[in-house]
């Protein structure tokens, strides 16, 4: 796969653009990660898991387009995570960057991680990939296809459809159910799935 053809999926329809999303690098800070698990929101239309449901604010602004750059956003008050920006303009679309192998700059992910004991948790769950890569708020509203501070590579070869599979989102409390969370089956750095719990009254 081309940059170009990165370009033209991730402008295109939601979830084909997150399972393309599936074996690309992303670079940055001295680390470069391979993206194991993603996970799709849609934006305005109708999903209301997504932080651009409601409308543009300041902080989702960039998720109205276009395509191929990066919301960063600042979760629990103390972690980032990080989302590519898909589809046309103003429909609002990112998908989640839940999990990835550390395979570049293995040392400096270390030193960033250094209560981890395994190489693979790395960057096992979104905060953790944002913490490897040194990505932070300076990171929002980058592109992500040239040779910035933080750059999204394609792989050689698009990921098979019998090598991906899909689940319900992970941390939503509504439409968690929707099976948007796509993987790479068998990959050990996969975040550990835990389904929604409503809150008792």
Do not use: Q
Request: hydrophobic share 40%.
């Amino acid at each position: 796969m081309t940059t170009t053809e990165l370009a033209a999926l991730l402008a295109g329809p939601l979830l084909p653009a997150a399972r393309g999303l599936l074996n690309c690098t992303l670079s940055a800070g001295g680390v470069t990660v391979r993206l194991t698990e993603v996970e799709a929101y849609a934006g305005t239309a109708g999903d209301p898991a997504s932080h651009a449901y409601r409308g543009r604010t300041p902080r989702n602004a960039v998720m109205f387009g276009p395509s191929g750059y990066a919301y960063v956003y600042f979760t629990y008050g103390m972690y980032w995570c990080m989302n590519v920006v898909t589809g046309a303009e103003e429909e609002a679309s990112a998908v989640l960057l839940r999990a990835g192998e550390v395979v570049d700059g293995i040392d400096i992910a270390r030193s960033r991680r250094t209560a981890v004991r395994r190489d693979l948790d790395l960057a096992r769950g979104p905060a953790r990939l944002c913490a490897a890569l040194g990505v932070d708020r300076a990171a929002y509203g980058l592109f992500l296809l040239d040779d910035g501070p933080l750059r999204l590579t394609p792989p050689a070869e698009p990921v098979p459809a019998e090598a991906i599979a899909a689940g319900p989102r992970v941390g939503v409390t509504s439409a968690h159910d929707r099976p948007w969370r796509f993987w790479l089956a068998g990959d050990p750095t996969v975040s550990e799935y835990r389904r929604h719990t409503p809150r008792r009254k």
